[in-house]
């Protein structure tokens, strides 16, 4: 039974977890930063309880309630959602949304058209370099381009990762604002039957997509040995559909047909080949200018799921809940860590409170790690609210 996660258990162990292990002041302080200037009472809870009874509307003035409330419901499933301009409650019509972390949430199954290791709630750490790129890419947008500080990166407990921002001005951001920045962010776009989701026009690259670029090329080439995405007949024939040029597509088509199986070996061949079709093409290379980057975004570009993003009111798992499906908990990372996380060793409820799990002190570690990064990451943010607070009663002074 060590290592062994069953869901039955849940009911007993849970309330004990979220004693002794789940970082409830940390939780208190970080979302009282997140609401203010409102108080911590007027932000949404959920709770989902074992049979699936689905709580919406709570919510809790201090940490002294929320352990109250963990004791008495003891939550399979834990969401915050946004904060009103009162106390939230079933049934008040005067409830008005007022603030809301900027929240991302990124999940693998949205890569089961590329990733050929997994499928669905599988995942593994092949198809995890999708979520260290993703993670890459935000995080420096995020800050680069848009100037925010307070970023929190969540495992999600199963197969993704969530991020909050919590910076004023994205808490304050409207929707068309949220939409605006998931608009930006997103470069990936069309169902399942279009072939080519990724189109860069022909003239100079914006910073941010030149940027994330570079960050896909540091992988590009393991993800591509890894994932095989050009091996098998039908994954060719995928890939070569993303080439619009009809000329330069059957030149590809006959030589890599011709050629090993092997990804980078035909991805090399083919850089070859469009290299010197551009330079004898100048016409055709205005047009397929960034078929390169082009390819690699298709690929490797974070997937957003947007409506996350754009939705101002949208509940998301609380960082350090149990995922009630595989009992890992939604640990924080830090963003230049997620290369170096296993998912092995992120921690389960199960193996935090039985010390004869043989992965026990490895989770223990990794667990006192992520509540760290949680704590240094709502330390900066309380700072950053006591100056915007000064300089806000200063500004009255001055008037
Ligand atoms: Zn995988």
Redesign the pocket.
């Known amino acids: 039974m060590v290592g062994q996660y069953d869901e039955n258990l849940l009911p007993d162990m849970l309330p004990i977890y979220y004693t002794r292990q789940f970082p409830q002041k940390i939780l208190c302080r970080w979302l009282s930063c997140g609401s203010s200037p409102q108080p911590l009472c007027n932000r949404e809870l959920s709770f989902t309880l074992a049979d699936d009874v689905y709580l919406r509307y709570l919510s809790f003035s201090d940490q002294k309630e929320l352990q109250t409330l963990f004791q008495k419901k003891c939550p399979h499933k834990l969401d915050i959602g946004a904060v009103y301009n009162t106390k939230p409650s079933i049934g008040r019509h005067d409830a008005v949304v007022l603030a809301r972390e900027l929240v991302f949430d990124i999940d693998?199954t949205d890569y089961d058209e590329i990733?050929t290791?997994?499928q669905e709630a599988?995942?593994?750490?092949?198809?995890?370099k999708f979520m260290v790129i993703a993670c890459e890419i935000l995080n420096t947008a995020l800050k680069d381009d848009f100037g925010f500080q307070s970023i929190l990166w969540v495992f999600s407990g199963r197969r993704g990762i969530h991020c909050w921002v919590s910076d004023y001005e994205a808490r304050t951001l409207d929707s068309p604002g949220r939409s605006a920045v998931a608009d930006y962010l997103c470069l990936i776009s069309g169902g399942e039957n279009q072939s080519k989701k990724v189109h860069l026009g022909s003239d100079n690259l914006h910073t941010s997509i030149k940027r994330a670029v570079t960050i896909i090329d540091r992988y590009f080439i393991k993800v591509l040995e890894e994932q095989e995405f050009l091996s098998t007949d039908e994954r060719l024939k995928k890939f070569l559909k993303m080439i619009q040029d009809e000329n330069l597509r059957n030149q590809v088509e006959s030589n890599l047909q011709k050629m090993s199986e092997s990804s980078v070996e035909r991805w090399e061949a083919f850089v070859e080949i469009y290299n010197r079709h551009c330079k004898e093409n100048p016409n055709s290379f205005r047009k397929s200018k960034y078929l390169l980057e082009e390819i690699k975004i298709q690929y490797c570009y974070p997937r957003l799921d947007v409506n996350v993003t754009k939705g101002f009111n949208h509940l998301l798992k609380s960082p350090f809940s149990i995922h009630p499906k595989t009992g890992k908990v939604s640990i924080a990372f830090k963003p230049e860590n997620a290369k170096n996380m296993k998912l092995e060793d992120i921690p389960t409820i199960y193996t935090l409170l039985d010390d004869s799990a043989s992965e026990n002190s490895k989770h223990d570690s990794n667990m006192k790690l992520a509540v760290k990064t949680f704590q240094e990451v709502v330390f900066s943010l309380e700072k950053a609210e006591a100056l915007r607070r000064r300089n806000e009663a200063s500004a009255t002074l001055d008037f």
């Not at 599988?122 to 995890?128: E, I, L, N, Q, R």
């Open positions: 693998l990733r290791c997994c599988k995942v593994c750490d092949k198809c995890w």
